[in-house]
């Protein structure tokens, strides 16, 4: 039997797609234009989202009654990684790295990114941290936390590394934009999960 939420959630992910083509087009045809390129990589990460949701919403799932206040924590923590890529993409699409080194212009815009590196890695830890204290907790949970910590590490260090170098290693850039989506899908279907553990354990 197919959920009633189900048709509606397909209607949204399509109307992403769609969405994210227009951009797309706009992308080119603004020729890189700053806020069209961050807006091009907001939505196709809500697609990525949209997609992970329904597909943890369908998946078989035995609750366990443990979650906790792990549902709300983890939906913090997308929100601030999700906002932190979008100021990733800021940093990357108006070169605000090279311009703040070279002519010290936008730095604004490349320091907000590094603050924001704080309260997106300390959610995510929480998360972390509270799934591995959390007794008797699902193992799709527990293992979606260190999966959470994993991207996590790999992240920081990625970014690290494309800091000192000034985004001048192209591999090493889309490596540290790949792995921010990971960690970002990785938090998604820990609330999701999360968040059908405590509606069905109540």
């Not at 949701?53 to 609750?63: D, K, N």
């Not at 939906?75 to 906002?83: D, F, G, K, T």
């Not at 990114?113 to 509270?130: D, E, N």
């Not at 490596?175 to 989506?181: D, F, L, S």
Request: charged share 10%; with cysteine.
């Amino acid at each position: 039997r197919v959920p009633k939420w189900l048709p509606w959630a397909s209607a949204g992910a399509v109307f992403l797609i769609v969405f994210q083509g227009v951009l797309g087009g706009l992308t080119v045809t603004q020729l890189l234009r700053f806020d069209i390129v961050t807006a091009h990589l907001g939505t196709a990460l809500l697609f990525f989202c949209a997609l992970l949701v329904i597909g943890f919403m369908l998946t078989p799932y035995e609750a366990t009654g443990n979650v906790g206040k792990l549902a709300w924590v983890s939906s913090i923590a997308v929100l601030l990684v999700y906002l932190q890529s979008l100021l990733g993409a800021l940093v990357g699409s108006r070169w605000a790295l090279h311009q703040c080194f070279g002519s010290s212009e936008l730095c604004e815009v490349m320091n907000s990114h590094i603050i924001g590196v704080v309260p997106a890695t300390a959610a995510t830890l929480v998360v972390a941290i509270m799934a591995w204290r959390q007794p008797a907790l699902s193992s799709n949970l527990r293992k979606l936390g260190n999966l959470a910590s994993v991207c996590l590490i790999a992240q920081l260090v990625l970014g690290l590394a494309t800091f000192r170098l000034h985004l001048q290693v192209e591999p090493l850039t889309v490596a540290h934009q790949a792995v921010g989506a990971a960690l970002l899908g990785t938090l998604v279907a820990f609330s999701v999960l999360a968040w059908r553990d405590r509606v069905l354990s109540a």
